[in-house]
């Protein structure tokens, strides 16, 4: 047997990497507009105006129209 003693070797360290997958959550913002427009639409609306018309006292009116006093044709 001997009896010398040797350092051992010591190789580099082999890297075998473990791939772990944790879920995150990550807020994705949607921003939604929305347009209130106002349209104008014409829709007829018929209107009849009525006037009454009040042709007075027929005496006062009927006098000096037609006939003239005083003259005749014969």
Same mark, same amino acid.
């Given at each position: +047997?001997?009896?010398? *003693?040797?350092?051992p =070797? #010591?190789?580099p360290? +082999? $890297? %075998?990497i /473990?791939? $772990? %997958?944790?879920?995150q959550? #990550?807020?994705?913002v949607h921003? =939604?507009?929305? #347009? /209130? $427009?106002t349209? =104008?639409?014409?829709?007829?609306h018929?209107v %009849? &105006? #009525? *006037?009454v018309?009040?042709?007075?006292? &027929?005496?006062?009116?009927t006098?000096g129209?037609?006939?003239?006093?005083g *003259? *005749?044709?014969?």
């Amino acid at each position: +047997m001997s009896h010398c *003693s040797y350092d051992p =070797i #010591v190789c580099p360290p +082999m $890297q %075998f990497i /473990n791939h $772990q %997958f944790v879920p995150q959550v #990550v807020p994705v913002v949607h921003p =939604i507009e929305i #347009v /209130n $427009q106002t349209h =104008i639409v014409p829709i007829p609306h018929h209107v %009849f &105006p #009525v *006037s009454v018309k009040d042709p007075g006292d &027929p005496c006062c009116h009927t006098l000096g129209h037609g006939k003239r006093r005083g *003259s *005749s044709k014969r």
